[in-house]
């Protein structure tokens, strides 16, 4: 993907972890996730949203418990990457927060994303 070759380890179904995004015609426009020098490299994705801008924000409770932004063009990075236990859904609020589910917190954690 993005001219990023890797080695197919993923999980016990042979298959590597990522987020596809699609267009309207259900065709593949991007592949997250799957190499290093496109963001941060997913463990196990749960739950994904997409701002207003086409970036796209995901919980990946694998290895670190955290939640990565890709951004609609360029390199991704990580923007909570403390604090949380098992990360397993997120949403956008109206008012600029992002609300993430942490599951071995049995809580709702809170962060400011956006200036509203």
């Known amino acids: 993907v993005f001219g990023c070759r890797r080695p197919c380890w993923g999980n016990e179904?042979?298959?590597v972890p990522?987020?596809?995004v699609l267009?309207?015609?259900w065709n593949t426009v991007r592949v997250l996730g799957v190499c290093a020098g496109m963001g941060p490299v997913l463990a196990c994705p749960w739950g994904i949203c997409i701002d207003?801008?086409?970036n796209v924000l995901v919980a990946d409770w694998g290895e670190q418990h955290r939640v990565l932004l890709?951004?609609?063009q360029g390199t991704g990075w990580p923007i909570v990457n403390q604090g949380l236990s098992s990360?397993?859904?997120l949403?956008?609020?109206p008012e600029g927060q992002l609300a993430v589910s942490d599951s071995?917190?049995?809580c709702i954690k809170i962060y400011q994303y956006k200036e509203s």
């Open 13 to 15: 179904t042979g298959r």
């Open 18 to 20: 990522c987020v596809k």
């Open 23 to 25: 267009e309207p015609g």
């Open 52 to 54: 207003t801008d086409g």
């Open 70 to 72: 890709y951004p609609a």
């Open 87 to 89: 990360p397993r859904g």
């Open 91 to 93: 949403t956008l609020l």
């Open 104 to 106: 071995m917190h049995h």
